[in-house]
């Protein structure tokens, strides 16, 4: 059982990155799946995250700015940024869980991918 996070990089302020969580062992469709991020020296905190029904949550910041969505026939979950800020710089980490609640609320993943470090930067 694998969670493979990618597409991390440096982007200018107010230009998009797009990253993927990728699963292998299991299928995405069935759990609850979530991005999180930890900025050097702060605490991690969750993103956005989508529900197997397809339902979503977005932390404040980035509400109106990112989109998470899933791919089932790819067994990936996305998370498309845009309008970038440096605050948005941090390691992006993927999880699941077979539910919002374990997952967003209690945040209590059963799986966790690697981080993906984003720079926001000029």
């Known amino acids: 059982v694998q969670l493979q996070a990618s597409g991390g990089g440096l982007a200018q302020p107010g230009a998009s990155l797009r990253l993927s969580c990728a699963a292998s062992?299991?299928?995405?469709?069935?759990?609850?799946i979530g991005w999180f991020r930890q900025a050097p020296g702060k605490e991690r905190e969750g993103v956005s995250c989508?529900?197997?029904?397809?339902?979503?949550r977005y932390r404040e910041s980035v509400n109106g700015r990112f989109t998470i969505f899933r791919d089932n026939a790819k067994n990936t979950v996305y998370l498309e940024m845009n309008s970038l800020k440096p605050e948005d710089t941090a390691v992006y980490y993927c999880?699941?869980?077979?539910?919002?609640?374990?997952?967003?609320?209690?945040?209590?993943?059963?799986?966790w991918g690697q981080g993906t470090l984003v720079t926001v930067s000029s």
């Open positions: 999880a699941a869980a077979p539910s919002l609640l374990k997952l967003w609320v209690l945040s209590k993943p059963t799986y």
């Open positions: 062992g299991f299928t995405l469709d069935d759990y609850a």
């Open positions: 989508v529900g197997s029904s397809g339902s979503t």
